[in-house]
């Protein structure tokens, strides 16, 4: 691929995965337009993606070659607390990007989650039949619907707990746990039932910058 085609946009690129994207496509000498709303460090540009004029202005402006959506409300209790920002952050976002991306004719990809699954069987296969329990599980899976509903050779990612670098001990849910042991003069209650299967963000940003590479090579051949 040539370099003037390595050019990418990504929302929450100032979140827990999204730096370690930036990072890993910078040095493959990726040019990135890197989107945040409430900690835009330098570089990046701050974008209210629940805005659909902004949203489209943005992409359109910097004609990306490849986008991934990193962006959202991935806070199930957060989701509970405000459903409406909930879903105009995690679909109604969605919806723009994959709308624009299928007008410019750039592939995107969607991260998601497993929480579109309701844990009875896991790990689950590709054809595996979503089952949300809860709001966040529900909004994230009609993200997923809505970029595929829109564009040609979109993809959607599903990740596990995140863990890696991070800017506040409760930006990982794995990290959090470490309050919990620290505050020694109260008691707490954490979960003994989960069984749960945590990556470190720089492999999922290794899977996605493999992703885009493959995805580009079969979509500009189509």
């Known amino acids: 691929m040539a370099t003037r085609d390595k050019h990418l946009f990504l929302t ?44 489209k ?10 986008l991934i959506h990193c962006a959202a409300q991935r806070f199930p209790e957060k989701v509970d607390l405000d459903p409406e920002g909930a ?34 069987s896991p790990p689950y296969a590709v054809d595996a039949v979503p089952n949300p329990l809860n709001l966040y599980g529900k909004t994230k899976l009609n993200g997923e619907e809505v970029t595929l509903a829109f564009g040609k050779g979109n993809i959607v990612l599903r990740v596990p707990v995140l863990y890696g670098p991070v800017e506040y001990v409760a930006e990982s849910a794995v990290t959090v746990l470490l309050n919990s042991l620290l505050q020694t003069d109260k008691p707490c209650k954490i979960s003994n039932y989960e069984l749960r299967r945590p990556s470190h963000v720089d492999d999922i940003a290794d899977i996605c910058l493999q992703m885009a590479m493959k995805r580009l090579e079969v979509f500009f051949l189509d």
């Open 12 to 55: 929450g690129a100032s979140g827990l995965l999204g730096r370690a994207i930036y990072k890993k496509f910078i040095t493959e000498g990726w040019v990135i337009y890197g989107t945040a709303y409430t900690r835009v460090a330098e570089g990046l540009h701050k974008l209210d993606l629940t805005d659909e004029n902004e949203v």
């Open 57 to 66: 202005k943005a992409v359109i402006q910097f004609k990306p070659s490849f």
């Open 87 to 120: 879903e105009n952050i995690n679909i109604n976002a969605s919806r723009y990007l994959a709308q624009v991306v299928d007008c410019i004719q750039v592939p995107m990809l969607y991260i998601s989650t497993d929480y579109v699954f309701d844990g009875k």
